[in-house]
């Protein structure tokens, strides 16, 4: 079975500071996302990753950085955290698609973000 | 631009049969998924839909119409841990595995 793991289920920050949160999957994927999620607009793509080293925006990337290193390993970062960054994030990866083969993402647990 | 609507929150009741509708535009169509997520938990694969048409696994089917911009989620004889929200995915253009979710809906199941 495909895992996905995140670093915190919770975790509360102070405004300002810096905060990583850290996505590990199991399965040689190439592919690594990360969103968000909030009541009512559903996911959010913020950023994503199809190799290592390689990024590429999402929709809502303002306020966020991304490092991916490893190729199982995708870092988000919030340089300096902001009370509208309260949050579910949740990170997911997933085989390249090819041809007419579309590979599901397999998301981690997510980790609900409260930024005082 | 790109939009996907589903309705946000459903009611049934046990052994019932509910239908979870999904209506997209996006720049173009390369697939689309159904999750199933509860409460505090990662989203789970339910289902993929490429081609138009009715894919039946076990209680659950998905059904898609390219033409229409429409797709649905069928559960039938519901089970109270069906209770969950219920996100529709496309896939748009291009080849580098993005998603573009719905919403989600909502469904409570009652006894």
């Known amino acids: 079975d495909v895992k996905v793991t995140q670093s915190s289920r919770y975790l509360v920050k102070r405004t300002g500071e810096k905060v990583f949160l850290e996505c590990v999957q199991d399965?040689?994927?190439?592919?690594m996302f990360w969103y968000r999620q909030d009541p009512g607009l559903g996911l959010r793509l913020i950023y994503f990753?199809?190799?290592?080293?390689?990024?590429e925006k999402g929709d809502i990337p303002e306020g966020y950085s991304v490092s991916r290193e490893k190729k199982e390993r995708f870092s988000l970062i919030l340089e300096s955290a902001s009370t509208n960054q309260t949050s579910m994030y949740l990170c997911?990866?997933?085989?390249?698609?090819?041809?007419?083969?579309?590979?599901?993402?397999?998301f981690g647990p997510g980790t609900r973000l409260l930024v005082l | 631009g790109q939009n996907i609507d589903q309705p946000t929150e459903m009611t049934a009741t046990e052994g019932a049969i509910v239908q979870i509708n999904c209506t997209y535009q996006?720049?173009?169509?390369?697939?689309l998924f159904w999750y199933q997520q509860h409460a505090g938990e990662a989203p789970t694969f339910l289902s993929y839909?490429?081609?138009?048409g009715l894919e039946e696994k076990g209680r659950f089917s998905s059904f898609l119409s390219r033409s229409k911009g429409y797709s649905y989620l069928l559960l039938k004889e519901l089970q109270m841990k069906d209770s969950a929200s219920y996100l529709c995915?496309?896939?748009?253009?291009?080849?580098?595995?993005?998603?573009?979710f719905g919403q989600g809906t909502t469904l409570q199941v009652k006894p």
């Open positions: 839909n490429v081609l138009d």
């Open positions: 399965m040689d994927h190439e592919n």
């Open positions: 995915a496309v896939f748009g253009s291009g080849n580098t595995g993005k998603l573009i």
């Open positions: 990753s199809y190799d290592v080293k390689m990024k």
């Open positions: 996006t720049s173009g169509f390369n697939g």
């Open positions: 997911a990866s997933s085989l390249p698609t090819s041809g007419d083969t579309k590979e599901t993402q397999y």
